[in-house]
């Protein structure tokens, strides 16, 4: 069974600041992806990162992808009240079959 | 908006009922996926439909059942409801048959309370 960590699992940081959270799992994934949930709403999609080592920058969020491509990162830099939310990462195989989902890293970002 | 509907937003049902949740995807979408999101047990994946035939199982209880019509939209029923079914339900919808780089499109959720 593949299973995602995320850490931490509360984070409530001051405007302005940076931070990173974390997806980690002892198993391979084709792809990972990151999604942001706002309360009352489905989860949307951030980014997809498929390659081992691999980077995307979303303005000021950055994603890398470990190079055993079983971890991630995502990194926000200036932290804005806007960016509030529950952060799940989800890891899936080439078949796109079974995401599994990590369990999230709830975001608070007070003004 | 991701073009995602599912009905009904809220549903409050009792102990040992059956209820049926619904789904249409976003338009020309062939896969049509559910999810239960729980506090204890976060986002958990439980079926997966493209263009009307069963694609990908998870962690869907025998009491859980689901189709996908010919005009693609999807039915989860879920039936001897206990009170630990008592989840937001989302529905999401891609493209194709399901690569691991497809986007999932989620819609609002449904939730489901059992008294």
Same mark, same amino acid.
């Given at each position: 069974?593949?299973? /995602?960590?995320?850490?931490?699992?509360?984070?409530?940081?001051?405007?302005?600041?940076? /931070?990173?959270?974390?997806?980690?799992?002892?198993?391979?994934?084709?792809?990972?992806?990151?999604?942001?949930?706002?309360?009352?709403?489905? *989860?949307?999609?951030?980014?997809?990162?498929?390659?081992?080592?691999?980077?995307?920058?979303?303005?000021? /969020?950055?994603?890398?992808?470990?190079?055993?491509?079983?971890?991630?990162?995502?990194?926000?830099?200036?932290?804005?009240?806007?960016?509030?939310?529950?952060? /799940?990462?989800?890891?899936?195989?080439?078949?796109?079959?079974?995401?599994?989902?990590? *369990?999230?890293?709830?975001?608070?970002?007070?003004? | 908006?991701?073009?995602?509907?599912?009905?009904?937003?809220?549903?409050?049902?009792?102990?040992?009922?059956?209820?049926?949740?619904?789904?249409?995807?976003?338009?020309?979408?062939?896969?049509?996926?559910?999810?239960?999101?729980?506090?204890?047990?976060?986002?958990?994946?439980?079926?997966?439909?493209?263009?009307?035939?069963?694609?990908?199982?998870?962690?869907?209880?025998?009491?859980?059942?689901?189709?996908?019509?010919?005009?693609l939209h999807s039915e989860l029923n879920l039936s001897s409801l206990e009170l630990g079914d008592s989840?937001?339900?989302?529905?999401?919808?891609?493209?194709?048959?399901?690569?691991?780089?497809?986007?999932?499109?989620?819609?609002?959720?449904?939730?489901?309370?059992?008294?």
């Amino acid at each position: 069974t593949q299973l /995602l960590e995320q850490s931490p699992q509360f984070l409530s940081i001051q405007e302005g600041e940076n /931070l990173t959270v974390y997806c980690n799992s002892s198993s391979v994934f084709s792809s990972l992806q990151w999604y942001r949930q706002e309360p009352g709403e489905g *989860p949307v999609l951030l980014v997809t990162v498929v390659t081992g080592g691999e980077v995307k920058k979303l303005k000021r /969020l950055t994603f890398q992808f470990g190079d055993a491509r079983k971890d991630s990162s995502l990194h926000i830099t200036a932290a804005q009240p806007g960016d509030t939310g529950l952060y /799940l990462c989800a890891g899936a195989n080439n078949y796109g079959q079974n995401f599994v989902f990590g *369990p999230g890293t709830r975001l608070s970002v007070l003004p | 908006d991701s073009g995602v509907t599912q009905t009904p937003k809220h549903l409050i049902t009792a102990t040992g009922q059956r209820v049926t949740l619904r789904c249409s995807p976003r338009s020309g979408d062939l896969s049509v996926y559910w999810y239960q999101q729980s506090l204890d047990q976060g986002l958990q994946f439980l079926i997966q439909y493209y263009n009307g035939e069963e694609r990908a199982k998870g962690n869907i209880l025998e009491r859980f059942s689901a189709q996908q019509f010919p005009d693609l939209h999807s039915e989860l029923n879920l039936s001897s409801l206990e009170l630990g079914d008592s989840a937001l339900y989302f529905c999401a919808s891609s493209s194709t048959h399901g690569r691991a780089t497809d986007t999932q499109y989620f819609g609002p959720g449904t939730r489901l309370t059992v008294l």
